[in-house]
């Protein structure tokens, strides 16, 4: 069974009641998300994240600590997922769909909508992006 380390970015807007989400153009046609996808080989989770943030939506984002860890089996692949979620901001950058290919859609969606968009997180993304919890993430770099 082959490992897949995916990372998103939790983006909210300042009063925290949207959340900035992507459409993916997958075999899951129109399977919204929040900005994120697969760590290649040699980056951090916190590198992925801010290359990945940049490559669908177009902005420059600052990770700050995880909110969420997820982990999913899938048979039909013979892959073990495991999803990290990172609370972030925007740091510059214009909001765009870099990848058309890949993205149709760019939004800034209500919290109960993103709920129904995203169930996977238990008690919602709402709950997720309104409280103050973070884990730390520290990169303690190569030994």
Known sequence: ???????????????????????????????????????????????????????????????????????????????????VTFRAEITGGREEIVRPDEISEVAWVELEQADKRMPYYIDGISSIARNNIEINYFYEGKI
């Not at 290359?51 to 669908?56: F, G, M, T």
């Open 1 to 83: 069974m082959r490992r897949v380390d995916i990372v998103y970015s939790l983006i909210t807007n300042e009063d925290r009641t949207k959340v900035l989400m992507v459409n993916n153009k997958d075999k899951d046609q129109g399977r919204w998300t929040l900005p994120g996808g697969a760590v290649e080989e040699g980056e951090t989770l916190e590198i992925a994240a801010v290359r990945e943030a940049k490559e669908e939506t177009g902005l420059d984002i600052k990770v700050h600590g995880i909110v969420a860890v997820n982990e999913l089996f899938i048979e039909e692949s013979d892959e073990h997922l495991v999803l």
